[in-house]
Structure formats: structure tokens, C-alpha cells
T-cell receptor
Framework: DSGVTQTPKHLITATGQRVTLRCSPRSGDLSVYWYQQSLDQGLQFLIQYYNGEERAKGNILERFSAQQFPDLHSELNLSSLELGDSALYFC???????????????FGSGTRLTVV | EDQVTQSPEALRLQEGESSSLNCSYTVSGLRGLFWYRQDPGKGPEFLFTLYSAGEEKEKERLKATLTKKESFLHITAPKPEDSATYLCAVLPRYNQGGKLIFGQGTELSVKP
């Protein structure tokens, strides 16, 4: 157990639907990162939050949004889902975003999203 | 544009057959280079951080090295349990947000 908790582990939904993925960071970590992993794209950075504020944004689609709450958990919302959104979605956390220290990120076990 | 390229894409070894994985990077100032191991259906697991050319780090059968343009992950006398995808990532110096740029990974298979 890495200490980063992601729920649900698996999600199957239909095209056009909306889903919410949840992440609880490791205790003491203030920064949360969301990544998408598909077979052809590898790990792609989506968005980062630090202590409740958006810190960096990657190639995140307008249909996707995220937020970090006061208790530091984060949610990634995916709407108007398309078949191509099927992927593994990972959350990671770190203490200090600027340097990542000697241990980089700590990743959760991911949410596997299947859009049918 | 910052970029990370890993080779080979896949590597099959016999148990005990040592080899190396390559990670070539292009980045405007390197703050750190990270190696991760990922098992199927699981999140990446941190292995090493390297900060400057010439640095080396070891863990069991794995040894990571860094030059100004690439990093190698050397696997000595691998065992079947070393089978996994190995990911390399860089943290650019200018990056204020901690965003890691990942390579596509090398899928390692070690047969007994």
C-alpha cells in the first residue's frame, strides 16, 4: 500500500456519461497530480493541485476538470465521455512540488475507466 | 520541447542474463531524473532519483547511472520477479509545479 488511495478501482460507463474519480493523498503530502495512461500515449500529465490551488495544467481536455478540497483529497471529473477516454487514471502525491525530493511522486493504484 | 525516449520498447531476458535499459532525454535544464517500476494494472513504484551527470545509485540487482543526455538502468543477473515495465521521467529545472515528463517505458520480461 503506497498510502495514496484511489476509488473506484474499476469503472465501466457509457459514452456521453459523467464520472468522478477520487484520490486521497499520502498523509502529509500537500500536492496532488493526475495522470492518464493509455496504451499508445503512456503516462500523460493532466493537472496538479497544491494545497487546494491549481498549480499546473497539462493537455487536459475541456470536458475534464478537477479540484482539491480542504482535507486535501482530490476529485477528477470526466464528462461527455468518449470511447477514447478509456484508460488508467492515476493520482500521485508529493510533499513539496518544486523539487519532489529524493522520492518523486507516490502513485496510487489507479482507476481503470472503460467507456462502452 | 522537453522529451524522454526509452529503448528498447520491450526486452526479453533469460534469468541471470544481465542487460541495460536506456533513457535519452532532452530538457532545458535538468532538476532530476526518476526511474519507476510498474507492474501490470498497478501504479508506478519509485526506484531512484538522479540529479547530476556521473551520479549512480543501486538497489539490489538494479543500478542507475546518469550522463548529460541519457540514463541507463543496468540489471544484473535478473530474476523472473524483475519482470515489469520500467519508466524513466525527468523534472525540468524551470518546472515550478513538479510535473514529471515520462518516457513510454521498457517492458522487461525475464524467463526462468
Amino acid at each position: 500500500d503506497s498510502g495514496v488511495t484511489q476509488t473506484p478501482k474499476h469503472l465501466i460507463t457509457a459514452t456521453g456519461q459523467r464520472v468522478t474519480l477520487r484520490c486521497s493523498p499520502r498523509s502529509g503530502d500537500l500536492s496532488v497530480y493526475w495522470y492518464q495512461q493509455s496504451l499508445d500515449q503512456g503516462l500523460q500529465f493532466l493537472i496538479q493541485y497544491y494545497n487546494g490551488e491549481e498549480r499546473a495544467k497539462g493537455n487536459i481536455l475541456e470536458r475534464f476538470s478537477a479540484q482539491q478540497f480542504p482535507d486535501l483529497h482530490s476529485e477528477l471529473n470526466l464528462s461527455s465521455l468518449e470511447l477514447g477516454d478509456s484508460a488508467l487514471y492515476f493520482c500521485a502525491s508529493s510533499v513539496v512540488p518544486q523539487t519532489l525530493g529524493d522520492y518523486g511522486y507516490t502513485f496510487g493504484s489507479g482507476t481503470r475507466l472503460t467507456v462502452v | 520541447e522537453d522529451q524522454v525516449t526509452q529503448s528498447p520498447e520491450a526486452l526479453r531476458l533469460q534469468e541471470g542474463e544481465s542487460s541495460s535499459l536506456n533513457c535519452s532525454y532532452t530538457v532545458s535544464g535538468l532538476r532530476g531524473l526518476f526511474w519507476y517500476r510498474q507492474d501490470p494494472g498497478k501504479g508506478p513504484e519509485f526506484l531512484f532519483t538522479l540529479y547530476s551527470a556521473g551520479e549512480e545509485k543501486e538497489k539490489e540487482r538494479l543500478k542507475a547511472t546518469l550522463t548529460k543526455k541519457e540514463s541507463f538502468l543496468h540489471i544484473t543477473a535478473p530474476k523472473p520477479e524483475d519482470s515489469a515495465t520500467y519508466l524513466c521521467a525527468v523534472l525540468p529545472r524551470y518546472n515550478q509545479g513538479g510535473k514529471l515528463i515520462f518516457g513510454q517505458g521498457t517492458e522487461l520480461s525475464v524467463k526462468p
